[in-house]
């Protein structure tokens, strides 16, 4: 299919960025990308696993954590094995019913990401701030309404923006990311019907940034009754939990909202390709060790379900941490 198409005219398929013409880095690029799937995969199975099969862990905190990590999988699965697959089979295209289902998928669970990370500060908020309401505030039918409540918003939030952004006819079929994200399909629309899907996204962005805003508040409440704490273990094991929290979700929402935000380059660029990276790729991957790994409940889990010895289990987690510290 050419890439400029005539105005007003309809558009079959997509080709989406070619990482390079040369067959090795292909490869390469098919390696890597595997790579990190198969590790994010794998670190959001073993949280999934853990608490589903671990009574100590069927809590409002690990129920939340749980879902996080099914939407993490999500996430990634939606966008990652079509690029693996282009660069395997040296081809670039994807369906315009595929892309549509890419770009509603991908924001679905794009949304429903954001909301539940705003459950989880909630969450935390009334475990530490209010103790001896938790077990009221936060039962079993209050969990499933605002799990439900996080994925049915999720599910509205990709429903609008999919049909705003693809109500607009394409007069170019270039997608220049790895996958059909919407500032790029919306510099290939004929017309200034895009603008709709514009405004849809600077609606989400404020309500994104209303929740990071929620998150920090609830956390500024949350230090200010940790620091009251008389045990300094105590205060240290609050402080390791929170602040990863908000690093991701800083990290995450930052990159997402500068990506969504700022005009959309035409042509192929190195720093669209690393920010689109950033809220796609990294968050999904370390969220298992960040969340996890400092968590001891979470240790003896694993530790029996991968039937290794708690302390050997302790011992790896450190490791990892370590290394992680130190690349960052």
Known sequence: MNAKIGNESSVS??????????????????????????AIVFGNLLIISAVAFDHHLH?????????????????????????????????RHIAYAGCI???????????SDIALLTVMAYDRYVAICNPLQYEM???????????????VSGLLNAAMHTGTTFATPFCSNIVNQFFCEIPQL?????????????GAIVVSITLASGCFLFIVVTYVHI???VLRVPSVQGRKKAFSTCIPHLVVFSVFCF???????????KTPSNGDFAITVMYTIVPPMFNPIIYSMRNKE???ALSKLLGVKHSSMNIFSRLILKRLHFSL
């Not at 398929?13 to 198969?38: A, D, G, K």
């Not at 289902?101 to 949304?111: A, E, G, I, P």
């Not at 039962?139 to 994925?151: E, T």
């Open 13 to 38: 398929e997509f080709l989406l960025l070619e990482f390079s013409t040369v067959r090795e880095l292909q490869i390469l690029h098919f390696s890597l990308f595997l790579v990190l799937y198969l």
């Open 59 to 91: 809590t409002p905190m690990y129920f939340f954590l749980m879902n996080l990590a099914i939407q993490d999988i999500g996430a990634v699965s939606v966008i990652i094995p079509k690029s693996m697959a282009n660069s395997f089979m040296n081809i």
């Open 101 to 111: 289902s890419q770009v509603l998928s991908f924001v679905f669970f794009l949304s």
């Open 137 to 151: 505030v936060m039962n079993r039918a209050a969990c499933k309404q605002m799990v439900s409540g996080v994925w």
């Open 186 to 198: 919306l510099t290939l629309a004929c017309s200034n019907l895009y603008q709709t899907e514009i």
């Open 223 to 225: 230090f200010t009754v």
């Open 255 to 265: 990159t997402s909202c500068f990506a969504y935000l700022r005009p959309p380059s």
């Open 298 to 300: 979470i240790n003896n």
